[in-house]
């Protein structure tokens, strides 16, 4: 078990998604999760790019969110890489190589 499934006590009759028994999380653990800022997290939230929704007053961020988002930052690199084609280096003078 991981740290951070340690330091986050599972929601109260949530279903288990396979990684640490959580379906939502709030802003906060969902940034920690990912590894950003909170505030950074609260941006994805407020443009989109990340589903959330409100249950009372506080924001929820479903595991599925998070996962699609991962998903999409990984094709749009993968895209953005595959049209870069083969990188050429500069070619080495003589000498400096062996």
């Known amino acids: 078990m ?5 330091s986050i006590p599972a929601a109260r009759g949530a279903a288990s998604d396979g990684v640490n028994g959580r379906l ?7 940034a ?4 950003i800022g909170r ?5 994805l939230v407020a443009t989109g790019e990340i ?3 409100k ?3 506080r924001r929820k961020i479903p ?3 998070l996962d699609s988002f991962i998903e999409r930052l990984r094709s749009e690199q993968a895209v953005a890489i595959g049209s870069l084609g083969e990188l050429r ?3 080495q003078r003589k000498g400096l190589r062996d």
């Open 2 to 6: 991981s740290d951070f499934s340690r």
């Open 24 to 30: 939502l999380y709030s802003v906060e653990e969902a």
């Open 32 to 35: 920690d999760l990912l590894g």
């Open 39 to 43: 505030t950074f997290m609260f941006h």
């Open 51 to 53: 589903d959330s929704f």
């Open 55 to 57: 249950i009372g007053k």
């Open 63 to 65: 595991r599925d969110a």
């Open 89 to 91: 280096l500069p070619k």
